[in-house]
């Protein structure tokens, strides 16, 4: 079975990413939720094993994303936008180490 | 703990209870087991992932540069319509490997075209070299993507089966096993003071019986 990925962010950090051929949604914040959980639905063709999220996006999608933690897809990666990142991709690696280990021994 | 009231003091219920505490230990022992060789793992995973994260996000800050000087120099306009119609296509085939029973998946990725150059879905009169310059860079970091969403997804499959395990390793060592053992701990008790009990009786009724043999004799 074939699967597709996304990118899903504001028009301008995902642009480029049309030309690799990826999946590409260029959204506002206040449409992302609808968008996303369009994404993850996927009705229409393929589901999508890879969802590229631009990290200004975690915030207001946090319930969504987080409900498909243990899910075994869609992965839902967060990535820098083109104004730089926030650090939010370290902060969930940090809180996985503190879910399994109790503590954040990093 | 509150055990005594719904156990039988009997020789098949603690016969029981030793097997079940015999279970328990063992698989308390593995589940330890099971918890610590996940815990290295993840930790293999989670070193991995950072250093693939930032090396992902250097990646696309210079992208994401190449590509704002891009839009500078292009009309807006122009470059939206230069990456419309995209030459390339992706498509990812999942496989699963079997990591201490966490199923994580392995991303094969595969392009529509073989040749490089169609990641530029445009001719080259319109378009200025620095967004060349930024898809370029974008699709040598997309490798690192690929292999960043795998091992992030591994690390949250894991943590979460960590999770699970340290559960139940704990709830083993400090309720159940410490349970069972009060258990059999009571019922043993009880047995003894039954035996006792047995004991002293019969002597009693020994002593009645030669009482009565006694005053026979008169």
Known sequence: ?106 | MAISSDVKPTRMELKRTKARLKTATRGHKLLKDKRDELMRQFLLTVRENKALRQKVEAGLQEAMASMGRASQLMSPEILEQSLLCPKQGVEVELSLKNIMSVNIPEYVFRTRTDAAEDIFPYGYAQTSGELDEALEALSLVFQDMLALAQAEKAMQLMAAEIERTRRRVNALEYVMIPQMEETIRYITMKLEENERSTTTRLMKVKDQILQEAHEFDY
């Open chain 1, 1 to 106: 079975m074939n699967y597709r990925i996304a990118v899903i962010g504001d028009r301008e950090s995902v642009m480029g990413f049309r030309a690799l051929g990826l999946d590409v949604f260029p959204v506002e914040k206040e449409e992302a939720k609808a968008v996303f959980s369009g994404l993850v639905k996927a009705e229409q063709g393929p589901p999508y094993a890879i969802i590229y999220i631009t990290e200004e996006l975690l915030r207001p999608l946090r319930a969504e994303i987080s409900a498909l933690k243990d899910e075994l897809i869609p992965a839902v990666i967060p990535i820098p936008s083109k104004d730089g990142t926030l650090n939010l991709g370290m902060e969930a690696l940090n809180s996985a180490v503190e879910r399994a280990v109790g503590t954040n021994i990093l």
